[in-house]
């Protein structure tokens, strides 16, 4: 879909007394670039805002004082409005923004051949249903600075959601929570009959034991919170205590040395703890007593005689015979002796059985492993004490010559540590997964097991009304549909880094700036941050591939573009940016000019539009170059 801002009219609104914007040529057809010049105090803001409330729609929710704030300085008109002109796919809607200054409302209505006049409310075409109508996304095509800034601070998720709501990705997640809901009606349908108290049971059971497996995230969540400030903390412990240290070089040598072994000491632990781990599942190095048994077997399974032929027809056939192997003589007595020792003998059947578990045993010795390296460990241990007693010393000899704060920070860091310590111990307790010699471990303190009891409790209470089947099909299909997000999100988002990426080289030449991936916000490679004027040449090139390949053709409004930037930079920016965007609109400063502005002058498709006024007068539009340039030469408004 191709949508256009033809442009957009005010009246009675701040220094707007009426004043109409027109964005088209005299074909009809819309500028592909538009200069607009409104100094500070001019209404640019004002502007802004008003563009974003018709396109999102949150106008409706303004309270009182907002709207009345838009009532022109010391007028006493009852209402005002705001009338924004669009073309999407050639069909022309009008949309309204009614302030009452009154009652303090705000309102809207639409117009477009499809209606006849008129209709209240704020009308988009339904292709555009759940992506303009979200806020977030109106500001990534009405673009500011703190914008850009969002897709690339740190713990945001502004870019990610911009993949998700223009490629409509939002619609798969309410995909899922239609089927949610319908499970949820199924199950509620079939709660009620001849089981309905037994269902109420097993129900009750199952919100219990979702309640406890909630309650665990959330412990976690808090954990790890915890544990990271802690951390950040320590980390800021460490620095002022090193700072310290530095003063004194020879201390500080000896702090690296102490650091040093202790670090080292630390690794031969943790060696010698693979190596005792892996001695003590050997059982017959614990105890004396289970090697010994473990022996008498390996003796008992030597006097077994093994004949080639299968054991059962070796005696069957030697007691049916009158005369034994021996030559004895075999009467009733030794006949019935000889079948009832037969089965204490083992056939071929079992030969191969029985010789693995000799050579098993066999190939295991008792030794003094276990001993050896637990006296090692112990040694160890002492030793990474000492270094860590000898650290302490330090903070003292550091106390003693006047560093009285080395000290301090040393024992803050001691109970740091503690809570750290206990801190991990909780987040394994709840987070690791459970073994059968881990017996601490249960459902009301662990998260695998509280998630299984409650999917058991779940599973029951399912099957007792009679939805189990229903339930876990559509569970299915809600994965299916949730792995297909997911694999279409991480493709776009790979796509997204190689082509802004590509853009990248037109836009900075200098320090080249790369993307590295997206992870909820833009992550650059090899950098912590970015300029201000880098921040946006990423940000435009970023939004430009967004719409490059989206089946949306959006125009880009973009407040003051290139301030921050070098001239350098604002050159480049300027020369990309009308191939980035099927339509620009740009309000430009004086400030401006030199650089960015100056570029637009060598095109043809570009309109140039100077909103002006003198102080408290109502504001007037003007257009052409001429007096667009004038204006930004004289850099302010008329007195």
């Not at 950040?232 to 003063?247: G, P, T």
């Amino acid at each position: 879909m191709r949508i256009r801002i033809l442009g957009w009219e005010y009246e009675n609104i701040r220094r707007m007394n009426k004043l109409r914007v027109d964005l088209r040529q005299k074909d009809g057809s819309v500028y592909p670039n538009t200069l607009l010049m409104m100094s500070n105090g001019a209404g640019k803001t004002t502007t802004l805002h008003l563009i974003r409330a018709v396109l999102s729609g949150n106008a409706v929710y303004w309270k009182e004082r907002e709207v009345r704030s838009f009532r022109p300085v010391g007028s006493d008109v009852t209402d005002g409005y705001f009338l924004l002109r669009m073309e999407f796919d050639g069909e022309i809607y009008c949309h309204i923004l009614h302030l009452d200054y009154e009652d303090g409302r705000a309102w809207y209505e639409t117009s477009s051949a499809a209606f006849n006049g008129y209709e209240e409310g704020r009308q988009m075409p339904y292709q555009l249903r759940g992506i303009i109508d979200y806020d977030g996304f109106v500001n990534r095509f009405v673009f500011d600075g703190e914008q850009a800034k969002k897709t690339l601070n740190s713990g945001s998720t502004e870019a990610e959601n911009a993949i998700v709501y223009l490629y409509q990705l939002n619609k798969l997640d309410e995909l899922c929570g239609e089927i949610d809901r319908l499970v949820q009606e199924k199950q509620e349908q079939n709660s009620g009959g001849a089981t309905k108290r037994s269902v109420k049971v097993y129900k009750g059971k199952m919100e219990r034991r979702e309640q406890v497996y909630k309650n665990l995230v959330l412990k976690k969540d808090d954990l790890q919170q915890e544990l990271k400030k802690m951390l950040d903390i320590r980390a800021q412990y460490e620095k002022k205590y090193q700072d310290i240290v530095s003063m004194d070089r020879k201390l500080q040598e000896e702090q690296e040395r102490l650091h040093r072994e202790k670090k080292e000491k630390r690794d031969e632990i943790r060696g010698t703890m693979a190596e005792l781990m892996a001695a003590m599942k050997k059982p017959y190095n614990l105890q004396l007593n289970l090697h010994t048994r473990l022996k008498g077997l390996v003796e008992n399974l030597q006097t077994l005689k093994l004949p080639k032929t299968t054991a059962r027809e070796f005696f069957n056939e030697l007691a049916a015979s009158k005369e034994c192997i021996c030559g004895r003589c075999i009467g009733e007595k030794e006949r019935k002796r000889i079948l009832e020792k037969a089965e204490e003998y083992l056939g071929e059947d079992s030969l191969v059985v029985v010789n693995a578990i000799k050579n098993a045993l066999r190939e295991y010795e008792r030794d003094d492993t276990c001993i050896t390296l637990k006296e090692q460990l112990k040694k160890q241990i002492s030793d990474s004490d000492e270094l860590e007693a000898g650290l302490n010393r330090l903070a003292i000899r550091l106390a003693e010559k006047g560093y009285e704060d080395a000290l301090k920070i040393q024992n803050e860091m001691k109970d740091l540590e503690k809570k750290i310590s206990e801190s991990k111990k909780n987040l394994t307790q709840l987070t690791e997964k459970p073994t059968i010699n881990n017996t601490a471990l249960n459902a009301d303190n662990n998260i695998h097991l509280a998630y299984r009891e409650w999917q058991d409790a779940r599973d029951s209470y399912l099957k007792a009304n009679g939805t189990y089947q229903f339930t876990k099909k559509a569970e299915k299909m809600t994965e299916y549909v949730r792995r297909v997000r997911r694999n279409t999100l991480d493709s776009l988002k790979e796509y997204m880094v190689r082509e802004t990426n590509r853009k990248l080289v037109d836009l900075i030449d200098s320090d080249q700036v790369v993307i590295r991936k997206i992870d909820g916000y833009l992550v650059l490679d090899g950098k912590d941050g970015a300029s201000e004027g880098q921040t946006l040449a990423v940000a435009y090139a970023y939004i430009g591939t967004l719409f490059e390949h989206s089946r949306f053709e959006f125009p880009f409004i973009v407040d003051s573009p290139a301030a921050p930037m070098d001239l350098s930079v604002r050159r480049e920016v300027a020369e990309v940016l009308p191939k980035l965007f099927g339509q620009t609109v740009i309000f430009v400063t004086s400030g401006e000019k030199k650089g960015f502005a100056e570029i637009f002058f060598k095109r043809d498709d570009v309109q140039y539009l100077t909103i002006k006024g003198r102080k408290n007068e109502p504001l007037e539009l003007y257009c052409g170059r001429e007096v667009f340039e004038a204006y930004q030469e004289a850099g302010k408004e008329e007195k």
